[in-house]
C-alpha cells in the first residue's frame, strides 16, 4: 500500500503545482489591473466603466490570473448590456488582455469599442384613458412625452416617463388607475422600437367632508378654516393648501391632515388632527441704533379670546431719542366664511418729545434755533383685514387693509416754554409762529394698505421681496381740518448670487395731494423761506438715517426737517459673506422728502459696513459719506435688531 502511494506522489505533486499556479494572485503597488477603455465617451464611457468587472478590479489588491482573464472574457458582454439603456444594441467590443512585462506592474486591460448606430423609436403608441383622459395636466404630460418618433431609445427616459404618469395621477386623484399595456418592442436588426404604453386612470376621487375630532373651536371657525369644498375634485396640493390654511390661522401647534379613501364612493374625506396653541405669546426685544439710542418693546399677543377666533395684538415700544413711547393694540374678529377674513378694530398712541425746527435746506443747517416741545398722537380704526389671491400660487397672497380712522393730534412747545434768549425774539418778530407751536387737530382719514411678502432663508440667506403700498385720504366736508390724498409704494429686493455674493435694492415713491404754507422769517440779518405742509404730523413723509439715505441724520432730510408732501427714495448694496456668520458690504443710497415737485433736491450718500448675524437679529455698522453734505466728512451709522414697532 506505501508502494502504491509512493508511485502516484508525483501525479500529486504535479496536480498541487498546477493548483496552487492558478491561485496565484496578481500583486502590484500600481494596481493589479489597469483598464483602458477607448471608442466612446461621455455618459456611455461612464456607465461602461461602472459595469465592466475589469475596471471594478483596478480597486483591488489581489485578484487570480484565471479570475482576470474571465473577467476578460465577461467583458464583452458587460459592454453590451452597459450601453443597450443607451439605445446601441449592436456595438463591436474587442477586449485585450497584456501580461505585466516586468514584475510589479500591473496587467493592463483594453477595451475598443464601436457603439453602431443607436436604437431609434419607429412608432409610439401614447394612450390615456379612463375619466383622466381630458385631465388638462395629464395632457401636458402625454404633450411632453419625450421619446417621440425618431428619438434614440433612451430607457431611463422610458422609464422616467411612466413613473411621472403614475406620480401624477395620484397627485390628481386618479388612485385605480393602472397600465393596460407597457412594452418596448426592439428589432436590433433593423435598429428600431415601438413603444405601446396604453393607461387608464379609472375615476378621479372627490372631496367628501371632513372631521375635527376634539376641536377646542366652535364647529362655525374650523367650517371658516376649511378651504376645500365637498365634491371638488382632489388634488394633492389642494390639500397642502387646506394644511397651510390651518397652520396661518395662529390657533394650532400642530396641524396633521389624514386621508380616508373610500373605493366605492371614489370620495377621500380628510380627518383634522389638530393641537390648539397656548393662548398667550409674550415678546420682548431690546436694540439700539445710533439714530434712536435704546429700543425696548414688550408684545402681548392673545392668540383666541373664545371658541370663535377672535383674537388680540398689543404691544409697547419706548425709545431713547426724544423720549418717545408708542403704544398699539388690535382687536379682530372673524369675518365671512374665508380664513384670512376679519373685521378690525385698532388703537394707536405716541407720545415724544419733539422740535419744530427752521432748517435752511440748501445748507442743511439750522438758522434759527429749533422750539422743543411734546408732541402726543392717538388713533382710533375700524376696517377689514383680509387676504387676497391676485398673483399665481406660487407667490404669498396680498395682504390687504381698508379702514376708516380718527386721528388726534397735538404739539405744544409752551406747555413747558423751555425757551432760549433766541426763540423768544424769533416769537416777538414773527407772532404767526405761535399757531405753529401750539397745535392740536382731529382728522378723518379712509386708507387702504396692501403688503406682498414674499421671503425665504434666514440671516445672510434671506432672499426675495416685500412690498407695500397704501392710498389715503381725508376731507374737510368729513370734519377734517384738511383734505388730501396721498399714495405710496415702496419695496426691498434681496437676491443671492451664489452662496457669497448678494444684491439689495430698496426703492420708496410717496405722492401727496395737500396744501402747503409758505412764511418768511426774519430775525436781525437772518431770513429763512419756511415751506410747511397741512398734512397731519403722521402722514408727513420723512427720510435719512440708519434704514432709509445713510450719511444724514435721523429723518433730517424733508422739507425744512418738519416733514414733507413728497419722497423718492432709492438704494443699492452688494454685500459680500466672508465669514459663517459676518459680511462685508459696499452701498450707495439717494432720496429726499420734500413739497416741491419741480425741485425734490435729492441728497446723495455712499460708505461701507459690516454685517454681523446673530441670535438677536442682524448686528449693522456702516460708515456714510454724505455726498451733498460739505460740512460732514461722514457719519457712523449703528443698529441691532429691529426698528420700533
Known amino acids: 500500500m506505501v508502494a502504491s502511494w509512493l508511485a502516484s506522489l508525483p501525479r500529486l505533486l504535479i496536480v498541487a503545482l498546477l493548483a496552487l499556479s492558478l491561485s496565484i494572485a496578481v500583486r502590484a503597488d500600481s494596481g493589479s489591473v489597469v483598464t483602458e477603455v477607448s471608442g466612446i465617451s461621455g455618459e456611455l464611457l461612464e456607465n461602461v466603466r461602472l459595469s465592466v468587472s475589469l475596471v471594478r478590479a483596478e480597486s483591488l489588491d489581489e485578484i487570480s490570473v484565471w479570475r482576470l482573464r474571465q473577467m476578460a472574457t465577461d467583458a464583452r458582454s458587460e459592454v453590451r448590456e452597459a450601453l443597450r439603456p443607451f439605445g446601441y444594441y449592436r456595438p463591436r ?109 379609472g375615476p378621479r376621487y372627490r372631496f367628501g367632508t371632513y372631521r375635527a375630532r376634539d376641536a377646542d373651536f366652535s364647529d362655525r371657525l374650523i367650517n371658516r378654516l376649511t378651504i376645500v369644498e365637498p365634491g371638488e375634485a382632489y388634488d394633492i396640493t389642494r390639500v ?92 379682530q374678529h372673524p369675518r365671512g366664511s374665508t380664513p384670512s377674513d376679519f373685521l378690525t378694530a385698532g388703537m394707536f398712541l405716541r407720545r415724544e418729545q419733539d422740535n419744530f425746527r427752521f432748517i435752511d435746506e440748501n445748507r442743511l443747517e439750522p438758522v434759527f434755533d429749533a422750539f422743543e416741545g411734546r408732541r402726543e398722537q392717538s388713533e382710533i380704526s375700524f376696517g377689514r383685514m383680509q387676504e387676497r389671491g391676485w398673483l399665481p400660487r406660487w407667490f404669498q397672497p396680498v395682504e390687504e387693509r381698508l379702514s376708516i380712522s380718527v386721528l388726534h393730534e397735538s404739539f405744544d412747545a409752551f406747555r413747558e416754554a423751555r425757551f432760549s434768549e433766541e426763540n423768544e425774539a424769533l416769537l416777538a418778530a414773527n407772532p404767526d409762529l405761535e399757531e405753529l407751536l401750539r397745535t392740536s387737530t382731529d382728522t378723518i382719514s379712509v386708507g387702504a394698505r396692501w403688503r406682498l411678502p414674499n421671503i425665504s432663508g434666514s440671516g445672510f440667506h434671506t432672499q426675495g421681496q416685500v412690498l407695500r ?116 458690504a459696499a452701498f450707495y443710497d439717494v432720496g429726499n422728502a420734500f413739497n416741491d415737485l419741480g425741485n425734490p433736491k435729492l441728497r446723495r450718500g455712499t460708505g461701507v459696513g459690516f454685517r454681523w448675524y446673530t441670535l438677536i437679529g442682524p448686528i449693522q455698522l456702516d460708515i456714510a459719506s454724505p455726498l451733498d453734505d460739505p460740512d460732514t466728512s461722514w457719519r457712523l451709522h449703528f443698529t441691532i435688531g429691529t426698528q420700533l414697532l
Open 469 to 584: 403700498a397704501h392710498v389715503i385720504a381725508a376731507h374737510e366736508s368729513l370734519g377734517s381740518p384738511v383734505s388730501f390724498t396721498q399714495g405710496y409704494l415702496g419695496g426691498r429686493w434681496h437676491h443671492l448670487f451664489g452662496d457669497r455674493h448678494k444684491l439689495l435694492l430698496r426703492g420708496e415713491l410717496g405722492y401727496t395731494e395737500a396744501r402747503t404754507r409758505e412764511m418768511d422769517l426774519t430775525l436781525d440779518d437772518r431770513q429763512l423761506e419756511l415751506s410747511l405742509t397741512e398734512l397731519p404730523e403722521r402722514y408727513r413723509f420723512r427720510t435719512g438715517g440708519d434704514r432709509s439715505v445713510r450719511g444724514y441724520g435721523f429723518e433730517n432730510l424733508s422739507t425744512n426737517r418738519n416733514g414733507a408732501n413728497h419722497l423718492v427714495v432709492g438704494s443699492m448694496e452688494y454685500e459680500y459673506r466672508v465669514g459663517e456668520s459676518w459680511s462685508l
Open 93 to 201: 467590443v474587442e477586449v485585450r488582455l497584456d501580461e505585466p512585462e516586468t514584475e510589479g506592474d500591473p496587467w493592463r486591460a483594453t477595451l475598443r469599442v464601436e457603439p453602431g448606430r443607436p436604437v431609434r423609436v419607429h412608432a409610439a403608441e401614447i394612450r390615456i384613458t379612463g375619466e383622466g383622459a381630458d385631465d388638462p395636466e395629464l395632457k401636458e404630460w402625454q404633450a411632453e412625452w419625450p421619446l417621440p418618433e425618431d428619438a434614440v431609445l433612451r430607457h431611463e427616459d422610458w422609464s422616467e416617463a411612466w413613473r411621472d404618469l403614475e406620480r401624477l395621477a395620484e397627485r390628481r386623484g386618479y388612485f385605480d388607475a393602472h397600465f393596460v399595456a407597457r412594452r418596448i418592442e426592439v428589432d436590433p436588426d433593423r435598429n428600431r422600437a415601438d413603444l405601446r404604453l396604453v393607461y387608464d386612470t
Open 240 to 331: 397642502d393648501e387646506q394644511r397651510e390654511a390651518l397652520v396661518r390661522a395662529g390657533l394650532f401647534r400642530r396641524v396633521i391632515i389624514e386621508e380616508e379613501r373610500d373605493s366605492e364612493e371614489h370620495v377621500v374625506d380628510l380627518d383634522y388632527q389638530l393641537e390648539t396653541r397656548p393662548p398667550n405669546t409674550y415678546r420682548a426685544t431690546a436694540g439700539f441704533g445710533t439714530d434712536t439710542g435704546a429700543r425696548l418693546q414688550l408684545g402681548w399677543e392673545r392668540h383666541y379670546l373664545s371658541r370663535r377666533g377672535n383674537r388680540l395684538d398689543s404691544a409697547l415700544g419706548l425709545q431713547q431719542r426724544n423720549n418717545e413711547m408708542v403704544a398699539r393694540s388690535e382687536y
